[in-house]
């Protein structure tokens, strides 16, 4: 069972760790690839396997403007994170202080409070104060005070390197079926029921309207199937992301036809909205009518689609991960 801290001197460790460090947005495949090399290897070493994250991302504190739509929620990693075998997850508040420690005090803070004894990240990771902790000066460091750095390269699947930035083009392009190859599981938007315009019903397809967080990336506008998680079901959906432009160009929203459902108003319930496929663009119609015939299209299309999909993605096939040496 993973425990999770919010601080260093919160954390009991009892042995020496195999530590990972990173933001971890979205915990997509390169991510699992590297926790899972993590925690064979520890298991392997008698060590405690460890992680490392932060919390908001560091660009929100550094650079906000630069800041990324996110692909989680911070509880939304946490427990993905949780959930792959790792001994001790440590979540560290970002902000003005931590951005300004300088990379050999933060270092010893790993070694003292982590026990930290072998460190894996990428072939370009850097942290501390304006980044001066790079690989080169953490081996160097790592001389001094009993540890090992080891850079890897990134993963690549079919030949496309795996990154947060490359699943946040695919989304933005609404490209969510390969979105979820590289995720390992099916891109995900949760949220509360809300009150919306009420436009669904008198074209025959009432919606569920879902406030999403305004930092999280929502796929490109269109018509998609999904599955829905909602009063402890999983129900398929047809879910449109976009501005309604029959009705009124307004602000973008992720609304939801639950096919079959009949349980009544869900306003207040928590829902979680997993993209399978796109169906369609978003578009004006010429009024309901139209509006009406196009959305029959696309309830069988997602109903077809979901029927011969499962509502969880198995366990993606991980690639190696290789040490640059």
Do not use: C
């Not at 999403?212 to 449109?240: E, F, K």
């Not at 928590?270 to 029959?296: C, I, P, Y």
């Amino acid at each position: 069972m993973t425990v999770v801290y919010r601080a260093f001197d919160q954390a009991h460790i009892a042995g020496p760790t195999l530590l990972t460090i990173g933001a971890f947005d979205g915990v997509h495949v390169g991510h699992q690839a590297l926790i899972h090399h993590v925690t064979r290897r520890a298991q392997r070493q008698g060590m405690i396997s460890a992680l490392v994250t932060f919390d908001p991302h560091p660009r929100v504190v550094l650079s906000p403007e630069r800041a990324p739509r996110f692909l989680q929620s911070t509880r939304e990693r946490l427990e993905t994170l949780s959930a792959l075998g790792l001994d001790t997850v440590v979540s560290l508040q970002f902000g003005p202080a931590l951005a300004q420690t300088s990379a050999e005090d933060f270092v010893h803070l790993l070694v003292h409070d982590l026990q930290m004894r072998e460190l894996w990240v990428g072939r370009d990771f850097a942290l501390g104060h304006r980044r001066q902790g790079n690989v080169p000066f953490l081996k160097k460091l790592g001389i001094q005070l009993g540890f090992t750095v080891h850079p890897v390269r990134r993963v690549a699947l079919a030949g496309e390197r795996i990154s947060s930035s490359r699943i946040r083009a695919l989304l933005d392009a609404g490209e969510v079926s390969a979105a979820a190859h590289a995720l390992g599981r099916y891109y995900l938007l949760a949220g509360t029921v809300v009150h919306g315009a009420h436009r669904g019903g008198p074209a025959g397809f009432p919606t569920a309207n879902l406030a999403v967080a305004t930092n999280r990336l929502l796929p490109a506008d269109g018509v998609y199937a999904t599955w829905v998680q909602v009063a402890g079901q999983w129900i398929p959906g047809a879910t449109n992301v976009g501005t309604r432009p029959t009705f009124d160009n307004g602000q973008r929203t992720v609304e939801t036809h639950l096919i079959d459902w009949h349980g009544g108003p869900m306003y207040g319930q928590e829902m979680a909205v997993h993209f399978v496929e796109r169906l369609r663009d978003e578009r004006k119609f010429a009024g309901v009518d139209a509006l009406s015939a196009q959305l029959t299209r696309d309830v069988a299309q997602a109903q077809s689609i979901l029927s011969q999909t499962p509502k969880i993605l198995p366990p993606a096939k991980l690639p190696e991960v290789e040490e640059i040496t």
